[in-house]
């Protein structure tokens, strides 16, 4: 599967606003670029050490635009159970249990709606959100890693929901088009369709298909999942 890739334009508008995107963005982040004082450690360098994905904005703008996620996002939020997505946010970034650097570039992408950053008017009369565009271009990185790989596939393909919801909220047809099919394409392999959301047959071929839940948590997960994926093949 062959997933969009952004037009030079649209790839200029990133490469422009790389910087909104990531640490030293204009809504008051601290700028990795900047001297800091030799007399005091940069705790954003402590960060990064700590496995931070630099990437991601710092972690008070991250949290700005995950409040904003789950309180105005009709759709994306109900994808993701908030009360646990909230715990594993708190742990550290090396932690197994952290999110996925996908779903929170997503939610990034998602949330400008509702906190535009630095929109600007292409030749065309189309409005983009660099910051938008930016977080939207890394969510597509990951899923390129992973339908190579296969890692991390299901978080993944939740970034990619979260991402699809967004571009129909933005009425950008063709890319909810090409990313609903790839909804499709990836959640029946998994056998998200199957009662229990996972089947024993083909477990023989590693990484084929998901392991059975680990909790109810897990099974909700999963089927919020398969019918978000059923509702974009029939928009």
Known sequence: ITLPHLSLPMMNLISTGTQDGRFGSESGSPDLGANPSQSSPDPLMDLLFLGWNPDLPDPATLNHFIDIFFKCDPCGSRVLHRPSFLEHHDVLPQDPGFPHSAILHAICTSASRWSPQNV???????????????????????????????????????????????????????????FAGFLVRVAVPLRLNYPGTFTTHGNSSPGAYLAPPRDFLDLESRRRTWWMTIVFDRI
């Open 120 to 178: 600007i008017t292409l030749p065309d009369g189309t409005r983009r959100d660099q910051f938008a565009e930016f977080h939207a271009s890394k969510t597509r990185h990951y899923m390129d890693r992973t339908m190579a790989s296969g890692e991390d596939i299901f978080p993944v393909l939740q970034a990619c929901i979260l991402l699809c919801w967004y571009f129909y909220q933005e009425g950008r047809w063709v890319e909810v088009w090409i």
